[in-house]
């Protein structure tokens, strides 16, 4: 299982960007950078993914370094709803039935 | 519904009973999925549905666990004589297709407490 690894906690201050690190040295050609976050008491909830090149949506960007083997998630104003555990899982296209879950990063934001 | 339902929500049970937990996924997904997470963990894969092939149950973690999924829809995670180490929070989610990148749904769990 191609392998995660993620700071066990950040704090940010509200309305200022957030920048989410996550090292995967050893990920293949084929597997792709997924984010998912899950806030108290709820299911995680998808994020963003990509493969090699940038990647904004309404809800964030993720940033890949061009060897891949770093991605960053970016949320570009954080607010109190964001405070959640932020996990960075490689999702391999030709095997893509389960998704390997660390222990993500927990997020807390000041107002 | 919208969304990945399970029910119960929260589920109490004396050790060596059995429980059964369901879900109901986004209607139309193909591909069901079981984790768990412990108090303060990540999620651990334990099992996978997907359309009518032979499930994935390599993170079972012991023959007390079983799932099925009946007509390719609902699905029900039974453990049997409970443990008070399967407490946790067992989770449900659900995708349009393993042949795509779609990401996951997922419900809100089940929190089981064993006591």
């Known amino acids: 299982d191609a392998k995660t690894t993620q700071p066990n906690s950040m704090e940010s201050n509200e309305e200022e960007p957030v920048h989410l690190p996550c090292n995967h040295s050893t990920i293949s050609g084929t597997d792709y950078i997924h984010w998912y976050r899950q806030l108290p008491s709820q299911g995680p909830e998808y994020v963003i993914h990509?493969?090699?090149s940038n990647v904004n949506n309404r809800m964030a960007s993720l940033a890949i370094a061009e060897d891949r083997k770093s991605s960053t998630l970016i949320l570009h104003r954080a607010t109190l709803r964001d405070a959640a555990v932020y996990y960075c899982i490689l999702r391999d296209v030709y095997n893509f039935n389960k998704f390997y879950f660390g222990s993500g990063t927990k997020l807390n934001v000041k107002p | 519904g919208a969304g990945v339902s399970q029910s119960p929500s929260n589920k109490v049970t004396e050790k060596g009973k059995d429980v059964e937990l369901r879900c109901d996924p986004i209607?139309?997904?193909?591909?069901l999925y079981w984790y768990r997470q412990s108090l303060g963990q990540g999620l651990e894969f334990l099992i996978y549905f997907q359309g009518n092939s032979a499930p994935d149950k390599s993170g079972l973690p012991s023959d007390r666990f079983s799932a099925e999924r009946t007509g390719g829809s609902v699905s029900t995670l039974t453990i049997q004589r409970t443990q008070q180490e399967d407490s946790a929070v067992y989770l449900c989610?659900?995708?349009?297709?393993?042949?795509?990148?779609?990401?996951?749904?997922f419900g809100s769990g089940t929190r089981l407490t064993v006591v």
């Open positions: 209607s139309g997904h193909t591909a």
């Open positions: 990509g493969l090699t």
């Open positions: 989610a659900s995708s349009p297709s393993t042949v795509t990148n779609y990401g996951y749904t």
